[in-house]
């Protein structure tokens, strides 16, 4: 078996995903209900809200992007950093999940670079803010500052919500945008 059942009833198939399976509910509800740093932080802190703090870091044009650059979590959970490093076979599983993703929502696969930038801002933050004291830097966050205000992670339903909301006025605007153009 290689497909998963979303919250929405959908059938999701990890190994060959397409567009017409991804659900933005699904988005929403799954990213918050999981914790980020597979639940190793100091309380429970959604990747959704991660993600709504990285897309509050970018200009406009790329917070569509930057809202969803996690969303392959919602099918594959939070793998943290060193096991996707580990096993090569879980990064392309992940890249086709996200094709079908970018499809979906019809934006480009490629992140900007300050998408990246964001999500490291975003997790040197976190590390500040939400991780036990331990004198081992992460040499990923090299020169990277935190963002100067402090993280108050939200429960599940409240970054569920806010994702939401934050998905759907996106996506008005994108696609308003783009009938314009």
Not at 24 to 51: E, K
Not at 71 to 96: H, M, N
Not at 100 to 112: H, N, S
């Amino acid at each position: 078996m290689s497909w998963i059942l979303t919250n929405s009833g959908q059938r999701f198939d990890i190994l060959e995903p397409n567009s017409s399976m991804v659900q933005p509910q699904d988005i929403a509800h799954s990213l918050a209900m999981q914790c980020r740093f597979n639940g190793h932080c100091g309380t429970f802190y959604s990747v959704a809200q991660h993600c709504i703090i990285v897309a509050s870091l970018v200009p406009a044009e790329h917070k569509l992007q930057a809202l969803l650059h996690d969303a392959t979590e919602a099918y594959i959970g939070d793998i943290v950093r060193p096991v996707k490093q580990a096993v090569p076979e879980l990064r392309q599983i992940e890249q086709r999940i996200w094709h079908a993703i970018c499809a979906r929502f019809d934006i480009d696969p490629v992140l900007p670079a300050c998408i990246h930038d964001a999500d490291m801002i975003a997790l040197a933050t976190e590390r500040r803010d939400l991780m036990p004291e331990h004198q081992d830097g992460w040499d990923c966050l090299a020169g990277t500052q935190p963002m100067q205000q402090f993280i108050r992670a939200w429960s599940a339903e409240e970054a569920r919500l806010r994702y939401w909301q934050d998905l759907l006025q996106l996506l008005s605007s994108t696609h308003r945008a783009r009938a314009a153009a």
